[in-house]
T-cell receptor, first 117, second 114 residues
Framework: AQKVTQAQTEISVVEKEDVTLDCVYETRDTTYYLFWYKQPPSGELVFLIRRNSFDEQNEISGRYSWNFQKSTSSFNFTITASQVVDSAVYFCALSEARGGATNKLIFGTGTLLAVQP | DAGITQSPRHKVTETGTPVTLRCHQTENHRYMYWYRQDPGHGLRLIHYSYGVKDTDKGEVSDGYSVSRSKTEDFLLTLESATSSQTSVYFC?????????????FGPGTRLTVT
């Protein structure tokens, strides 16, 4: 069965600190997709990134970076020089990618990040 | 932003009454999904649709039904609402048939069953 674990329930940092959000997944599929979503206090879900299982290249987008390691089944998310606007709940998710698959997402329970000024 | 709307955005209803939530998209995406979000559980899939009149159950489908008579609309019905169905409901769309595997979410509906 597929499963996503976000062991950090809440993290509190001071502005300008770097912070890493952990995500560990389980799947028997050899081909799959991993995602990160952001849910700010306003409640909407914002798509941040998709990573394919066959592409282990790390990605950087501004202050955001993602580290994908198949060997440890992890897809961690780092925010560099955090800002108050980064305060949100962050969800990691997994979906199958077989041909004809329905693309159902399995979500972790989320990590609440609080960035203090 | 993806064109996804949900209605109503907030609803309070009594136990035992039927409730229908609507999701409307303007992206012509084939796949649509209903999730519920509860503290400590993240988001869990209720039902999904892979085309007009094509639907299937998700992880937490008991007590819910869905219908999709048009590409743009996906309805979620609580046959007889219970307090355990108090939750925030999110609709999502995706187009894996076009190689687009990320899901885009609507703004959510907060449902309270008293």
């Amino acid at each position: 069965a597929q499963k996503v674990t976000q062991a950090q329930t809440e993290i509190s940092v001071v502005e300008k600190e770097d912070v890493t959000l952990d995500c560990v997944y389980e799947t028997r599929d050899t081909t799959y997709y991993l995602f990160w979503y952001k849910q700010p206090p306003s409640g909407e879900l914002v798509f941040l990134i998709r990573r394919n299982s066959f592409d282990e290249q790390n990605e950087i987008s501004g202050r955001y970076s993602w580290n994908f390691q198949k060997s440890t089944s992890s897809f961690n998310f780092t925010i560099t020089a955090s800002q108050v606007v980064d305060s949100a709940v962050y969800f990691c998710a997994l979906s199958e990618a077989r041909g004809g698959a329905t693309n159902k997402l399995i979500f972790g329970t989320g990590t609440l990040l609080a960035v203090q000024p | 932003d993806a064109g996804i709307t949900q209605s109503p955005r907030h609803k309070v209803t009594e136990t035992g009454t039927p409730v229908t939530l609507r999701c409307h998209q303007t992206e012509n995406h084939r796949y649509m999904y209903w999730y519920r979000q509860d503290p400590g559980h993240g988001l869990r899939l209720i039902h999904y649709s892979y085309g007009v009149k094509d639907t299937d159950k998700g992880e937490v489908s008991d007590g819910y039904s869905v219908s999709r008579s048009k590409t743009e609309d996906f309805l979620l019905t609580l046959e007889s609402a219970t307090s355990s169905q108090t939750s925030v409901y999110f609709c999502a769309i995706s187009a894996p048939d076009r190689g687009s595997y990320e899901q885009y979410f609507g703004p959510g509906t907060r449902l309270t069953v008293t």
